[in-house]
C-alpha cells in the first residue's frame, strides 16, 4: 500500500510545478501613450527600470487627470495560467489598477497599487508581490487566480502616467511536455505496482 501511496505522490507531482516567469505572447494597449523602447514587449520584458529613474525611462508613459485618457495596457499569455505573483515597475506616486480575465471580455480586479507605497520618493517604483522579494508590498499581494490576460491603467494621481514592467509568475493550467511525462511516469509506476499485488 505504501508503495501504492508513492506512485501516486509521483503521478501528482508532476501536475503540480513550481510557478515561474511566464512570458507573454502579446501585448497590445489603447488609449494616447508614448513608448521608451522598441514595442509594447517592453511591459514584460524582464527589464525594470531602477528605482528613481525619470518615469519615462523604458517604460510607457501617458498623461490625463485621474488616468482619463483611457490608457490600458494588456498582456495576453496565450494560454490559462493560475497566477501566484507579479512584479510591478511603476511612477511612484499615481493609483495603477491591475486586472485579470480568463477570456478578454470580463475582467476581475486583482489589486489597486496605492501611489507612495514604495520606497522610492521619485521616478520609477519597483513593487512585487511576492513575500520574498526585496521590494514585497503587502498591498498587492493577492490569492492564485486563473487567467489568460492582465491589463493596467490608471485610476489617480498626478496626471503622468508610466509602467515600465509587469511581470507574472505563476504554472499553466494545461500541463506542459514535462508534466505530462512525469504524470505518465507516475501512471506506469502505479500500473506496474498493481500488476505485481
Given amino acids: 500500500m505504501k508503495s501504492l501511496m508513492f506512485a501516486a505522490a509521483l503521478l501528482f507531482a508532476g501536475a503540480v510545478s513550481a510557478a515561474s516567469p511566464i512570458t507573454a505572447v502579446n501585448a497590445s494597449a489603447t488609449g494616447t501613450y508614448s513608448i521608451d523602447g522598441p514595442d509594447l514587449s517592453i511591459l514584460a520584458d524582464g527589464f525594470i527600470a531602477p528605482e528613481g529613474t525619470h518615469y519615462t525611462f523604458r517604460s510607457v508613459s501617458w498623461g490625463g487627470q485621474e488616468g482619463r485618457s483611457g490608457a490600458v495596457f494588456t498582456l495576453d499569455f496565450g494560454q490559462l495560467y493560475t497566477l ?13 489598477q491591475v486586472q485579470v480575465s480568463v477570456n478578454g471580455s470580463s475582467w476581475n480586479t486583482l489589486f489597486t497599487n496605492l501611489a507612495f507605497e514604495g520606497e522610492s520618493s521619485s521616478g520609477s517604483e519597483i513593487i512585487s508581490s511576492d513575500a520574498s522579494h526585496i521590494q514585497y508590498q503587502s498591498t498587492i499581494d493577492f490569492p492564485a487566480v486563473n487567467a489568460r490576460y492582465a491589463r493596467i491603467y490608471a485610476v489617480a494621481g498626478d496626471g503622468a502616467y508610466s509602467v515600465s514592467e509587469m511581470s507574472f509568475s505563476g504554472v499553466a493550467v494545461v500541463p506542459e511536455p514535462e508534466a505530462w511525462a512525469l504524470m505518465l511516469g507516475g501512471l506506469a509506476l502505479v500500473g506496474a505496482l498493481s500488476r505485481r499485488r
Avoid: E, H, I, S
Avoid at 501566484?84 to 495603477?96: A, E, S
Fill in 84 to 96: 501566484t505573483d507579479v512584479l510591478l515597475g511603476v511612477d511612484n506616486n499615481d493609483f495603477y
